[in-house]
């Protein structure tokens, strides 16, 4: 099972009820933030989650929107005695970005891990996660993210007995581990089948329609997108700024395949984003908003739970 929560939708500023960017996933255990907005601790502690479970938080970039809520979240989990590491995930100057921002929480019970993301698009493999990070189109270096969760083949006895394999290596096998007995070597993929199709969520923000996106989402489950701007008069503005509208949102949705689609990060300016819905709509049929309401937002749109 796969957790998510868009814990916040603003951008630029906070809003009453509606906190800067932020996306907590939860799986087997572990727990992942995409970006960490003001007003992200708050978000969390309504949904009724946990900081305890955090290992990765990945940023799209390092505008202030974006990462202001690191801070406070490192300290409240400092305080909470951690001592797991932590590992944060982001573009070229991360460390030094961090560390700067940690003038207020310089002492921490738990080391902190960085990845340094150099190269137009690169995949990491943590805590269960398949992340493929690849550079969009903002005023800055900025990256989205495609967050997988693979689902191997189905064991095969009968592939097993062919090979003679002994039957008390199958399990061990199907749980992708190798065994090596008097020379001969068994790999699970003597015993599972093809990969089954597993669960893809892709998330960016901050950025003009790119092919990079369009490749990346591709056939996603869950498509998570910017829409800046509803109305269509600021089709200029989005351009001059790197952001999008929601048409090109709708769009971008539309040419990639994928199931639904989520719009995020608007403008503090739109403060009904519910009104332009049916245009959306009219492109791309299976997309949700997000509102001022926080309550409203959570219970409709902002948790999703799908079967692996």
Not at 222 to 234: A, R, S
Not at 237 to 248: D, I, L, Q, S, V
Not at 261 to 272: D, E, G, V
């Amino acid at each position: 099972m796969l957790d998510l929560c868009l814990l916040g939708s603003g951008g630029m500023m906070p809003l009453p009820r509606r906190w800067l960017t932020a996306l907590m996933t939860r799986y087997n255990g572990s727990s992942l933030l995409i970006d960490c907005g003001e007003g992200t601790q708050v978000a969390v502690k309504e949904r009724g989650w946990s900081f305890k479970p955090i290992d990765v938080i990945c940023f799209t970039h390092y505008h202030g929107d974006h990462i202001s809520g690191l801070p406070g979240l490192l300290l409240t989990m400092g305080n909470a005695d951690r001592t797991e590491p932590l590992t944060l995930v982001g573009p070229k100057g991360l460390e030094r970005v961090v560390n700067a921002l940690r003038v207020i929480a310089p002492e921490l019970p738990f080391e902190i891990r960085f990845i340094e993301i150099t190269k137009p698009q690169e995949v990491l493999e943590l805590n269960g996660y398949r992340i493929t990070a690849f550079r969009v189109n903002h005023n800055v270096i900025c990256y989205g993210y495609t967050i997988e969760i693979l689902r191997q083949g189905k064991f095969s006895p009968e592939r097993a007995k062919e090979q003679a394999i002994p039957l008390k290596y199958w399990n061990p096998l199907q749980k992708g581990q190798t065994i090596e007995v008097d020379g001969v070597v068994y790999t699970p993929d003597m015993v599972l089948g093809p990969d089954r199709k597993g669960i893809k969520v892709t998330y960016t923000t901050d950025t003009r329609p790119t092919e990079s996106i369009l490749r990346n989402a591709a056939e996603s489950d869950l498509f998570i997108c910017e829409g800046m701007y509803g109305e269509e008069d600021k089709i200029e503005k989005a351009k001059g700024y790197k952001h999008m509208t929601f048409r090109e949102a709708a769009a971008l949705a539309r040419d990639a395949n994928v199931k639904e689609l989520w719009l995020t990060h608007y403008s503090p300016s739109l403060i009904h984003p519910e009104e332009y819905m049916d245009m959306v709509r009219g492109i791309f049929s299976k997309c949700l908003a997000g509102e001022k309401d926080g309550k409203k937002c959570r219970i409709e749109i902002l948790r999703k739970t799908r079967g692996v």
